[in-house]
């Protein structure tokens, strides 16, 4: 990072610079020395802008570490959104001596957490309504706080978080600090900062110049080709990593279901699923183990894949904030993606709405022909390979390394994505090497062996 763009601790500087974090985004820019300079703050940038950088070293940069109390909370609609913005605190302020961070999210265990909270901690990540529950029980006491942060406010008001906010805040001291962060600014989010922040400072940041790197296209179907005009753009684009975006857990399942019959390597995400399927899927859709991806609106927001490609809205959103969303999830950082939206008769207002953003949903094309549908479906060129030792087995990213590498058969650069969580890990490895990989990791990690097996 120029050092000349801000003044940081230095050990927040050195980190920076080993991460090879050389300049600031225009959110970074925009926000950080206000942030530091204690002031509240409202910011409007997209998912993929930067925006968790900034708040990150600022709560960073602002953190007492030899005070052991809760100092800093943010809050986020979903858990895997927190576990991403968690990571990234952790990852910025690894330089920091015995910095604790710590999440709380639903859809786990109580318990751990409870014991988690008697150690201590100086940031919380969590979602609303855990956060809230640790209040009620009077596990998590916030009257040491002076900086909270909402992150993607406007998904928690969709979500209905409304009461959970109310509450939190008013368990927080009144001189705390508040940012919040918003990637579309509707009427409620104005309300929401009124009550909460005390003469916030505002940056919003254009999006204009990231708009050229979403190529969008809106094709005419009707309700009966749905399925079959995805199947049709999928195998046109032959997606490395594909989102589809359906309005409803039935169409959601039954999606997945027909791209399943067709050959496809996709998997689901919706309501229904356990917490442990939900992350199983996301892993795997990340590591690129899986090519498709089917998803409701719950996987809108906290998506973050590196190479997304294509977006296909199965069905249009039901308002323009949510469709924004939803492509957002491609062309990130600059990069170039591609969002597919189909369009039946039934859809005209809605897309007289988009026509108002995005001049490109006034034409309509046809779908590809239909000899397209002989094509083979792409496959994964990775696969994931479950093992049952974690954080808590002393398991490491560099110790799973070591294990495939043994007999150089496979090389440190073909292993993909490594995730070691709690109690498992996950590793992405070359798919026409998975058996092998397979037999390395049976044969023991570190001279301990673990049940593992390819998911």
């Not at 610079?17 to 409007?44: H, M, Y």
């Not at 913005?85 to 859809?107: D, F």
């Not at 009707?222 to 997606?239: G, I, Y």
């Not at 058969?409 to 058996?435: D, L, R, W």
């Amino acid at each position: 990072m120029n050092p000349t763009a801000i003044t940081l601790k230095t050990e927040l500087q050195q980190n920076l610079n080993d991460l090879g974090f050389t300049e600031l985004t225009p959110v970074q820019q925009a926000s950080l020395p206000l942030i530091l300079a204690k002031r509240d703050l409202i910011a409007q940038a997209q998912t993929g802008s930067g925006k968790t950088a900034a708040f990150a070293l600022g709560m960073l940069q602002l953190l007492d570490v030899k005070r052991f109390r809760i100092q800093s909370l943010v809050l986020c609609p979903t858990r895997e959104l927190a576990d991403q913005v968690a990571t990234e605190i952790r990852k910025l302020g690894r330089a920091i001596h015995n910095i604790k961070v710590l999440t709380l999210c639903g859809g786990v265990p109580f318990g751990p957490q409870l014991g988690s909270l008697e150690h201590g901690a100086h940031i919380i990540v969590g979602t609303p309504g855990r956060i809230e529950e640790h209040l009620q029980k009077g596990s998590l006491q916030l009257q040491d706080l002076n900086l909270l942060v909402l992150d993607e406010a406007d998904r928690m008001l969709e979500m209905g978080f409304a009461p959970s906010l109310e509450a939190i805040v008013q368990q927080t001291p009144k001189n705390r600090q508040t940012l919040l962060f918003s990637a579309t600014f509707p009427r409620q989010i104005e309300q929401l900062a009124s009550r909460y922040l005390t003469d916030p400072a505002r940056v919003q940041i254009e999006t204009a110049d990231n708009k050229p790197a979403i190529d969008q296209q809106f094709h005419a179907i009707s309700n009966n080709d749905r399925f079959m005009a995805v199947e049709l753009l999928l195998k046109q684009h032959q997606p490395v990593s594909a989102v589809l975006f359906c309005n409803q857990k039935r169409e959601c399942h039954e999606l997945w279901q027909y791209l399943v019959d067709q050959g496809f390597s996709a998997l689901a995400l919706h309501g229904d699923l356990e917490q442990r399927d939900r992350d199983l899927t996301l892993i795997r859709f990340s590591n690129q183990s899986c090519n498709v991806l089917v998803a409701t609106d719950v996987a809108a927001r906290g998506l973050d894949i590196q190479g997304l490609d294509l977006v296909i809205n199965v069905q249009l959103a039901h308002d323009t904030e949510t469709h924004v969303h939803r492509i957002g999830r491609t062309g990130r950082a600059g990069a170039s993606g591609l969002a597919v939206s189909l369009v039946t008769p039934a859809d005209d207002y809605k897309r007289a709405l988009l026509a108002d953003l995005y001049p490109a949903a006034e034409q309509l094309l046809a779908l590809p022909d239909a000899s397209l549908l002989q094509r083979t479906p792409r496959t994964p060129a990775m696969a994931a390979i479950w093992i049952d030792g974690g954080k808590k087995h002393k398991v490491r990213a560099g110790d799973i390394v070591g294990a495939l590498t043994v007999d150089q058969q496979i090389e440190g650069n073909q292993i993909g994505k490594i995730q070691v969580t709690e109690f498992h890990s996950y590793v992405a490895v070359p798919a026409h090497q998975a058996k092998h990989a397979l037999k390395l990791i049976s044969a023991g990690i570190k001279g301990r062996n673990f049940r593992c097996r390819i998911c």
